[in-house]
């Protein structure tokens, strides 16, 4: 079993509706919880942290079900620049700290 | 913000040569670095995990005599690809950490695009 699943998609949206991903961990002991961006062929940049109450930032909305193992992300009005790779990310903590990535659910928001 | 930065941004060499490349954390100092790699269409896998003044933690099933790091600096880290095959063309990027923990934010660098002929 794959320690960070998503849906690759692609999810065809489009520009103002709302969309939901959602992403699996496999490690009870995950630690920190994390949503990335990346845009082709570039480096993935932080969207947001998870938090377990579950956080806002904007359009996005993350929750965590830690019972479930599952992270979650809403995106409110999308946008066309909203367009990208969502990557779902996982630190276990304790002595291993890189991150564990989920290969990422693609969202292109059409006009 | 923390800035991270990575040189080359891409490289193309012959099999059998060695690269290095480098990262930089520009206005803040890393405890930790690490080091990620992406195939074409595959999520980022962690290579390594860097710590300043000892040696690098290496990820299952990466060759730790191909894959040499140093972090000789708080603000340095290098990952040289030793004898470089075709199979090691990928995109290598690199992450630091300010603080110790899981909860502190890793920034990636803008990454290393390493083609291997």
């Known amino acids: 079993r794959k320690e960070v699943e998503q849906d690759p998609g692609p999810f065809n949206v489009p520009e103002g509706a709302t969309v939901a991903f959602n992403c699996t961990y496999s490690?009870?002991?995950?630690?920190?919880f994390f949503w990335y961006r990346q845009d082709c062929r570039k480096e993935p940049k932080l969207l947001m942290s998870v938090y377990s109450s579950g956080n806002e930032d904007g359009r996005f909305t993350a929750q965590l079900n830690r019972a479930s193992q599952y992270i979650s992300l809403l995106i409110r009005d999308s946008k066309l620049s909203d367009s990208a790779t969502y990557l779902c990310v996982v630190n276990i903590g304790g002595g291993a700290d890189g991150l564990t990535f989920g290969k990422g659910t693609h969202l292109i928001i059409q006009p | 913000g923390a800035v991270v930065s990575q040189h080359p941004s891409r490289v193309i060499c012959k099999s059998g040569t060695s690269v290095k490349i480098e990262c930089r954390s520009l206005?803040?100092?890393?405890?930790?670095m690490f080091w990620y790699r992406q195939f074409p269409k595959k999520s980022l896998m962690l290579m390594a995990t860097?710590?300043?003044?000892?040696?690098?933690?290496?990820e299952q099933g990466v060759e730790k005599d191909k894959f040499l790091i140093n972090h000789a600096s708080l603000t340095l880290s290098t990952l040289t690809v030793t004898s470089a095959h075709p199979e090691d063309s990928s995109f290598y990027i690199c992450s630091a950490r300010q603080g110790v923990g899981a909860a502190y934010e890793q920034y990636f660098g803008p990454g290393t695009r390493l083609t291997v002929t």
């Open positions: 206005d803040f100092q890393a405890t930790t």
């Open positions: 860097s710590n300043e003044g000892s040696k690098a933690t290496y």
């Open positions: 490690n009870s002991a995950s630690q920190s």
